[in-house]
């Protein structure tokens, strides 16, 4: 069955993030040979239309205000709503982010309709669209599909693969006079508290360190290797506890899951609530100096070793063979 499906582009720090890619090619599959019309919501919509059609979107629809230029959950709800009402898709994509989280299930309230969220897989079957999702802290996977009304999900970064991008695709963009009142949340100014660089949650390689680490400066050789793979540094809530990093590195049941190609753990004990975060992850490593640390039951290679002589010896032997 054609589905007309909506997916929202999500832009941050003057880019638009990779998931947008990824809920695209989600959209494709749910859309059946039917149309994928991405929408963006910001003060500067019109400069990201070309790139989501590059990415696979047949349409652009742009809502461009100052009072989309961030996020806000009654600024993106109003004008998300309107254009569903215009558009009447059958089904709409965001990515499972802080945004995405924020504000499907808002949309999905108002809507009335169902909402399948965090899913790391989409196929189609028979005339139902099936998502699969991670349950039980990811030991589990299960399966679900909303059988009656509009397909409405939040895809896990890094999981569906993005299309290849083409530069010479081309679609039709244009703009919607959504109507937003005054906002009730007014932002006046982000603070970052992660260093600038490469995305947690979207990042390919991550360098993760426990308590074994030892202290903040002790973080740095992970960082030199994180920045060797091109990569992020992730932490267990060991490591945040003792303050040796900050809680927003933080990855496990009470922290960022991520699903990276690959994750390198270092001094990392592999408690049940990090292997929640990050136990998905396609390769793992594990460094650690306890043959019998928990992590090396769901490590794909295990060093046995002192972070503190493996890391760098790693980070030079990448280094080299980069040459
Ligand atoms: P430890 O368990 O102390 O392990 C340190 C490891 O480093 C050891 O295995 C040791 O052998 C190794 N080591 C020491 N020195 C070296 C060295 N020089 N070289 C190599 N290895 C070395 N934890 C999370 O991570 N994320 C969560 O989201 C999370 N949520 C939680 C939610 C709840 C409700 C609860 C109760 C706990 C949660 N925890 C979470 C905490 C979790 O239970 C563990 O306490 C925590 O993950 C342990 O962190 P760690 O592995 O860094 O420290």
Redesign the pocket.
Known sequence: MARKVLVLGEIREGALRNVSFEAIAAAKTVAEGGEVVGVLLSDRASDFAQEIIAYGADRVILVEDEKLKTYTSDGFGQAILQILDTEKPEGIIMGHTALGKDLAPKVAAKMESGLISDATAVEVTGDQVVFTRPIYSGKAFEKNSIPDGIVFATIRPNNIAALEKDGTRTGEVSSFNAEIKDLRTIIKEIVRKTSEGVDLSEAKVIVA??????SANGFKVLQDLANTLGGAVG???????ADYCDYSL??????KVVTPDLYIA?????????L??MSNSKVIVA????PE???FQVADYGIV????E?VPLLTEEIKKSLV
Do not use: M, P
């Open positions: 360190g426990g308590r074994g680490v030892k932490a267990s809530r060991g490591a945040c506890d933080q990855i496990g049941q009470t922290g270092c001094g990392i004990s592999g408690a049940i609530q990090h929640a975060g460094i650690n100096k306890d640390a928990n992590i070793g002192d972070l503190f493996v």
